[in-house]
């Protein structure tokens, strides 16, 4: 069974610039979840997706943050303008969705985002 | 909001050893998963709790659930080089599925 995938896997930019990173769950998952997660830190959500509905998005930074999953599969996490500050490994994971909460998350591989 | 502690930040230990890392979050959980995230890696799914009390094994790895569901353990017996990683603990406490993680525990074994 493939698991979720992610790319790119490395980026870097300069500060104020755009960026965009790609994720496909692990196929018949229905809910998706980005997270942020500096070094050393534990992974910080961001956005949580069931289908194509938002569940959770009360930690994005909705100024400078978007995320999009318009067919319920894959999904776009979109980052305008960057910040230092966003230099971190970004997660996207997928779960089943079945449950009521407490379903193991499968984590692709990440994006490296390094700001300058 | 919720918060969820990891102590120790870091751990090193001799191969042989045993190790404990200790989870704590400031309201109620429903259920707690602990992962394991190997240097330049992505978190892997470890284990799930949710019985108040509960207690579960794999091979050398010992995870507890407090009684109050706010506290959870990960003990490993006998420390090999393959353990070394970072282990996050992560608490649910809503029925959406939002995983809320600790800081983890970072282990070095020196063989």
């Known amino acids: 069974e493939a698991g979720v995938a992610q790319s790119p896997r490395y980026k870097i930019i300069e500060k104020r610039q755009s960026v965009a990173f790609w994720c496909n769950p692990i196929s018949g998952h229905a809910t998706l979840y980005w997270y942020q997660q500096i070094l050393g830190q534990g992974p910080k959500l961001l956005i949580q997706?069931?289908?194509?509905?938002?569940?959770?998005d009360s930690q994005l930074p909705k100024d400078r943050f978007s995320a999009e999953r318009l067919k319920g599969v894959d999904s776009t996490l979109k980052i305008q303008p960057a910040k230092l500050e966003d230099s971190a490994v970004y997660l996207c994971a997928s779960s089943l969705g079945l449950a009521g909460g407490g379903e193991t998350q499968y984590f692709g591989p990440g994006t490296r985002l390094l700001v300058l | 909001g919720q918060q969820v502690m990891q102590i120790p930040q870091y751990q090193h230990v001799q191969e042989g050893e045993d190790f404990t890392t200790y989870c704590n979050s400031s309201?109620?959980?429903?259920?707690i998963q602990w992962y394991k995230q190997r240097p330049g890696g992505h978190p892997v799914f470890l284990i799930q709790?949710?019985?108040?009390?509960e207690v579960k094994k794999q091979k050398r790895l010992t995870f507890q659930f407090g009684e109050a569901k706010k506290n959870s353990s990960l003990h490993i017996t006998a420390t090999q080089t393959t353990d070394v990683g970072t282990y996050f603990c992560a608490g649910n406490s809503g029925n959406t599925g939002k995983l809320i993680f600790g800081q983890g525990t970072t282990l070095q074994v020196k063989p």
């Open positions: 997706f069931q289908n194509n509905g938002v569940v959770d």
């Open positions: 309201t109620t959980l429903s259920n």
């Open positions: 709790l949710v019985k108040s009390g």
